[in-house]
Each structure stands twice: as C-alpha cells, then as structure tokens.
C-alpha cells in the first residue's frame, strides 16, 4: 500500500485547523478582521483573564494566524489571513467531491422518478 503525500505543509494546517477549533480563538480573529487590538482590548468581551487570552494569542500565532509588534508598552495583535490559504485548498477539494456527489445523486433521482409510472386512483 502506497502512502499518500499530502504535501510539505501538513504541520501547517494541523496547527491552522487546531487554532481554528476553539470558539474563544475565532472569535479573536473575527474581532481582529477590523483591526489591531491589545490583549487587554480582546480580552474585553470574555469572561476570562489576560493571560488566558494570550495563550489564545500564542496558538494563533504559532499557526501564523497573527502577528504581534511592539508598540512602545502595548504588544497589538493583527491578523495574518494568507495562511488560512491551505485551509481554504484543503476544504475546497472536499466541497468539490461532495458537490460532484450530490449531482450524480441528483441525476440518479431524477431517472428513478422518470422510470416510475403515474399512480392510478382507484
């Protein structure tokens, strides 16, 4: 049996799709959609601590999600979306199969349908 290669960036959507899991983590990115912010600006809409928030902020770094700078005392996180790249590839393959199934099972009905006789009332 042959293995399958799944090409030099496998560690790269681990860590993507292992970001994008937690609830508390696209949130932060759908909030960072609009622009920098400090941990202390998103930490605001939670109800959990600072710290917490920057392990968030760790994983989503780690997956290349974010970049963080530093600014004076302020470390500001923005959104890096171009790794959501090979995400986007990987799903498009799979919205592409389930797509050509669905037309195949959609023709499959329509001849079973064509097939059937009219159904007399008694």
Do not use: C
């Amino acid at each position: 049996m042959e293995l399958l290669s799944y090409g030099s960036n496998v560690e790269d959507l681990d860590a993507i799709f292992a970001a994008l899991a937690d609830p508390t983590r696209r949130a932060i990115l759908s909030r960072l959609k609009t622009g920098g912010a400090s941990v202390t600006e998103l930490a605001a809409p939670f109800d959990i601590s600072q710290p917490a928030i920057s392990k968030h902020l760790k994983v989503l770094e780690g997956a290349g999600l974010i970049e963080r700078s530093v600014d004076r005392q302020r470390r500001p996180a923005r959104l890096r979306a171009e790794p959501m790249t090979a995400a986007v590839k990987w799903l498009t393959e799979f919205r592409d199969f389930w797509s050509s199934s669905l037309h195949q099972l959609d023709d499959l009905l329509f001849e079973m349908n064509q097939g059937e006789s009219p159904q007399e009332d008694p």
